[in-house]
Structures are given as C-alpha cells and as structure tokens.
Nanobody, 124 residues
Framework: QVRLAESGGELVQPGGSLRLACTFS????????MAWFRQSPGKEREIVSA????????FYAASVRGRFTISRDNHNNTLFLQMSTLKPEDTAVYYC?????????????????WGQGTQVVVSS
C-alpha cells in the first residue's frame, strides 16, 4: 500500500521561502509520476507542479512558474517543492500525489494516492 506523508508547511512572511517534502513508502517510488496540489478554503484543489519519474519533464502552474521548483530523490523516495517569493495567495494546504500510469496529467482524479497535506500560511 502506497503511503505519502508531507512535511515542511508553516507560517512564513510574504517574500519568504519554504521547502516542502513528501516521503513515499509501500511501492517503487521511481515508477510513479509525482505532483503537488494545493487547496485553499472555498476553492477547488489545483495542481501546482508535477514531475516525471526521471525528473526530466516538469509541469508548473502559471501562478507559481519561476518561483517554485519541484524535484525528487529516487534513492531516498522523497519529493520536494522549493517555494520562494511566497505570496499571501500561496496560502493553502499542500498535498503530494502519486500517479501509477506513465503519462503526466494535471487533474486531481488522475492521481492514485494522496498524502494528508501540510498547511502553508503566507502572512505578515
């Protein structure tokens, strides 16, 4: 059974940086496309970024492109999201997700496994 566990969320000031991590267990991490989604109150869950198994192909939502960087460590079964120049509108619960099929998709229903989420609050 695949399990995902996010960490790293906290309160940060606007303009600050934060690094989220997601540990993967119960399967072969390098076989999965991984993604970060986020959800804020009253809004639908939206994709932030996704990465292929090799890390050679990435996707970023327009709202975070140039500020966030997704990466993965296949040896240590960990997914990362480096966030910089954070804005109040980045405030959300951030979820990592895993997809077992080989094609990258940006919709949440295309992902098979989810973590519990980690809260990020950007506020002064």
């Amino acid at each position: 059974q695949v399990r995902l566990a996010e960490s790293g969320g906290e309160l940060v000031q606007p303009g600050g940086s934060l690094r989220l991590a997601c540990t993967f267990s119960g399967g072969t991490f390098s076989s999965y496309i991984m993604a970060w989604f986020r959800q804020s109150p009253g809004k639908e869950r939206e994709i932030v970024s996704a990465i292929t198994w090799s890390g050679s192909n990435n996707f970023y939502a327009a709202s975070v492109r140039g500020r966030f960087t997704i990466s993965r460590d296949n040896h240590n079964n960990t997914l990362f999201l480096q966030m910089s120049t954070l804005k109040p509108e980045d405030t959300a619960v951030y979820y990592c997700a895993a997809r077992s099929r080989p094609s990258m998709v940006t919709y949440s229903s295309g992902y098979d496994y989810w973590g519990q989420g980690t809260q990020v609050v950007v506020s002064s």
